[in-house]
């Protein structure tokens, strides 16, 4: 009798979970809230209490600082409740070539948190705030747009008649040698799905360029696949509408979100 019991108990462990069993477990399961590979950022938060990483390789050619650029970036978020969010950025590697220089590098890190100010829902936009500080500084040269020591952003982000938008207004402090300047940045970004799991995204940018007297414009296009809620991976090219901006850039990458919250 207690072997045909144990026998049973087995056979029960390794039965698998219903359909709807499954189909909870995927409502359940929290999803991730991608900011790249647009320029602009959500203001809505990442899930509470889980880690966020959005990993990406770009490649960039024709800017005033450099030739060539190939980079690897990341991004890690968390979220402490609904309203607080923490945020570090880095540039961990760097290849380059700049006035005939070809050289390996480490770029910046930024620390920041966003906030929302006003949570929205459907046509309702979402408001949030953040600010960023540089807390390191590798020397490699720099995107179009510069490299802030300081910068605060106004988001809002919505959804209307099936497109999702992200806008972005940002104030950033850039420096160069010991003089400081006040740069302006401007962003908007649409998205749309297409087919199961797949969604493209628009993106038009500005941003002042204080020392060159010009001003960084660039036109985003990407595509995004859901492989699952917690893992969506991305691929796109964006072109420079300005003299001054970074001429082409490819890039690739992915967000995922870890399945375990940390509390």
């Given at each position: ?14 039965v ?14 929290p999803?991730?809230n991608?900011?790249r ?6 203001a ?12 990406g390789?770009?490649s ?31 540039e961990p590697?760097?290849h380059?070539?700049?006035e ?14 966003q906030?929302?100010?006003?949570p ?5 936009p979402?408001?949030a705030?953040?600010y960023?500080?540089?807390v ?9 747009f510069?490299?802030p ?22 104030f ?5 040698s ?11 970004s ?9 969604a493209v995204?628009g ?5 002042t ?7 960084a ?11 699952k ?6 691929a ?8 001054t ?11 995922y ?7």
């Amino acid at each position: 009798m207690k072997s045909a019991l144990c026998l049973l108990l087995m056979v029960g462990g390794f039965v698998p979970p219903s359909p709807a069993q499954s189909g909870q477990r995927q409502i359940d399961e929290p999803a991730a809230n991608p900011a790249r590979p647009t320029v602009s950022n959500p203001a809505t938060l990442t899930p509470v209490g889980y880690l966020q990483f959005e990993t990406g390789f770009l490649s960039a050619s024709d800017s005033p600082e450099f030739s060539t650029r190939h980079e690897w970036n990341e991004v890690i978020k968390l979220a402490v409740s609904r309203r607080l969010e923490f945020v570090e950025s880095s540039e961990p590697l760097v290849h380059y070539t700049a006035e005939g220089i070809t050289a390996n590098g480490t770029a910046e890190v930024f620390l920041g948190a966003q906030v929302v100010l006003m949570p929205g829902e459907g046509v309702k936009p979402t408001l949030a705030v953040s600010y960023s500080r540089r807390v390191y500084d590798g020397g490699a040269p720099e995107l179009d747009f510069g490299s802030p020591r300081n910068s605060s952003v106004f988001y809002a982000s919505a959804d209307v008649k099936g497109f999702h938008y992200d806008a972005n207004v940002a104030f950033n402090e850039v420096i160069q040698s010991s003089v400081h300047r006040l740069q302006f940045g401007q962003t908007l970004s649409i998205s749309h799905p297409i087919v199961k799991g797949f969604a493209v995204s628009g993106e038009i940018w500005r941003f002042t360029q204080p020392f060159l007297r010009s001003n960084a414009v660039g036109n985003l296009w990407a595509i995004s696949y859901t492989a699952k809620r917690s893992l969506v991976f991305d691929a796109g090219f964006e072109k420079g509408l300005t003299s001054t901006s970074t001429h082409w850039e490819g890039f690739v990458g992915l967000t995922y979100l870890l399945p375990h919250r940390l509390w």
